[in-house]
């Protein structure tokens, strides 16, 4: 049987290191740690700590795993902590820099130290991770279709047809302004597919956009952006509340007036947008947590999976 010796001599590192890696205690060198984890991987060891945990069938814990923080990720792990609690699980938090972070932490998942996965945000494509969903399942609120990574989302196609039909309803001949996520992820696909619908028999509908793959600094850039436009959009579409606030924010520090001036439409329902009174999309992110963490449960214990029927709602208030 192979054991720890094994490892460190295939790994050429002592025991000791070995033992630091399997045990999460001590500094061990990220290569010197990959050297350890393929070594265990080629000769099938499983530590004796984990042997325990494979005969138990749980560690009660769920890996959270995102890219950074940023007000949605805040909210995602109140909701996912507070649901584990009362289900009697613990929850690690996971904040990855690079794919190789995600891999180690899909590694550990992989020796079962996580009973199951939670992204938030990925580094590493979904077909690299959905290897490890032999293991144990992994669930996330982003939007992909997969029989291996279980994901609750909710289809933005829809809603912003929705947002862009009251706009034009209610605003009529106006030009509208696009502050967009990352170009590469399903829901802005899903927002430009509307929108170039729509461009078809309105064309001051897209008269600006801008993309953002990340929420920090962006409603601050947009607006500096647009103060410089000399046509400026009459309304701006936000892909969500946070970014939208901080749109709002900087552009009133600079003399413009909401929504007399121009009128901004969120995205998410978040504190953000009850707090600064925008028009929103609430997307009942609390329900897409629910599901995603009940399908882990439902795999981990065995029990009927029931999927809660998500039906977002548009939300008007002062800002369009």
Avoid at 183 to 192: E, F, G, I, P
Wanted: include cysteine.
């Amino acid at each position: 049987m192979t054991n720890i010796f094994d490892v460190a001599e295939a790994a050429g590192v002592s025991k000791s290191t070995v033992s630091r890696v399997f045990s999460g205690k001590g500094y061990v060198s990220d290569t010197s740690r990959q050297k350890i984890l393929q070594a265990a991987d080629d000769l099938g060891y499983v530590p004796s700590i984990l042997a325990r945990q494979l005969r138990q069938q749980s560690t009660k814990t769920i890996g959270f795993i995102a890219k950074t923080y940023y007000p949605a990720v805040g909210d995602l792990m109140n909701y996912v902590t507070h649901m584990l609690d009362k289900k009697g699980y613990k929850i690690n938090i996971y904040f990855t820099k690079t794919k190789e972070d995600e891999l180690e932490i899909l590694n550990a998942f992989k020796y079962h130290t996580l009973d199951g996965l939670f992204f938030a945000d990925n580094r590493n494509n979904w077909h690299t991770i959905k290897k490890f969903s032999e293991y144990g399942p992994i669930s996330t609120w982003r939007r992909i279709n997969s029989r291996y990574v279980y994901s609750s989302y909710v289809d933005h196609y829809p809603l912003y047809c929705k947002i862009l039909k009251y706009v034009t309803d209610t605003y009529g001949d106006v030009s509208v302004g696009h502050i967009l996520n990352d170009q590469l992820k399903n829901n802005t696909k899903a927002r430009l597919r509307a929108l170039n619908e729509f461009k078809a028999g309105w064309e001051k509908i897209d008269s600006w956009k801008v993309f953002y793959p990340e929420q920090t600094n962006a409603g601050r850039d947009a607006a500096q952006k647009y103060m410089k436009l000399s046509k400026k959009p009459q309304v701006i579409v936000v892909y969500s509340d946070y970014v939208a606030s901080e749109f709002i924010s900087y552009l009133r520090e600079n003399n413009y007036k909401v929504p007399e001036d121009i009128k901004v439409f969120g995205f998410d329902n978040s504190d953000f947008g009850r707090f600064n009174e925008l028009s929103t999309i609430d997307t009942f992110l609390s329900l897409q947590v629910r599901n995603s963490i009940n399908k882990i449960l439902s795999e981990l214990e065995q029990t009927e999976f029931h999927e809660y029927k998500i039906v977002p709602k548009i939300i008007i208030r002062n800002t369009c």
